[in-house]
């Protein structure tokens, strides 16, 4: 038996923000992350919808990038002082995933992290509360998704909650919200939401609901992201709607070895932290090359390829199609201006030499590996990992 879950509503379109007034409850907390939110006035809009709905609310703001565990405990405590029956989470993936992990803890104070990890594991939610998302990026796809990363600083240590519980009950996903994004984080996060769906496709969870919301992502990308990242609003509210179906596709197809790779080398260098997008961009012809060795995933990629249209020069041989889906994503990647190596990147060799055989093992301990088409050992991660900080022409 499979399982296929998804908000049970979806809202969007320009100004879709205002399906809030339609909620039904009391009270809301209202869960925000630095300033943004409050500066493009979207958190006081939201505020007011609310209240148009009859219901006290209340705003937890400051929930930083790659949330730790002290703001979630600081948020299920206020969350378990105000009683809400609504959580209302706007902002990046990051205020939407913490969000998801206070709602957990408000519900269950008993629950540790630990119980929490071990994947589709989690205790009953609404009994007290339901909870709607409203992203402002157009990538992480938190949303939709039954996934939460959570950072615990002292131990270094990231948390990926998975369970459907922690899918939400009403996503809105208003393009509004996402015009005011830099045109680097477009890039970015635009990109994470290209592997999000190639990911998905070719996963050993992909299956028949799945696969049409993974290719049509694929193909929206391609078609509107470099559009996007120049600021065209059209072009930004079709990628909005693009991170949301890729995000329907990955909460129930899941990732691949690509995010595993990102997840362990996104806070490992000194050089700073590599965005989530930016990583996943670099690894994805890599992981590509890597996964077409098993010829069920060749056939998925070839396909892939096949629709984008990239048959014409290629012809019908499933290898060229596969090296020129590689080419095409490097070629993608380049013209946003993200790196193609980790090199390029600004990561020192030293570093990476010291660091990459610890990092390789991790990354096939990460939650995303399971579901990879192709298995990995820690020697072929690591095989990987340099090729991908020499970088490859696609
Ligand atoms: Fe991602």
Redesign the pocket.
Known sequence: MRRFTLPRDIYYGRGSLKALRSLEGTKAMLVTGGRSMKETGFLGMAEGYLREAGMHVVVFDGVEPDPSVETVMRGAEEMRRFRPDWIVAIGGGSPLDAAKAMWTLYEHPEATFEQLCVPFNFPKLRERARFAAVPSTS??ASEVTAFSVITDYKSGVKYPLADYEITPDVAIVDPDIAVRMPPTLAAHTGL?AL??AVEAYVSLQAGPFTNPLALKAIYMVYAYLPDSVEGGEAAREKMHYASTIAGMAFSNALLGIC?SM?HKTGAAFSTGHIP??CA?AIYLPVVIRYNAKNPQARRRYAEIARGLGLSAGAGEDEDELVRALCASIAKLRGKLGVPGSLREFGIGREEFEEKVGEIAARAVGDACTGSNPQPVTPEGMEALLREAYAGTEG
Do not use: E, M
């Open positions: 990538g992480s994470d592997t999000h995010h990102a989530h997008g996943n």
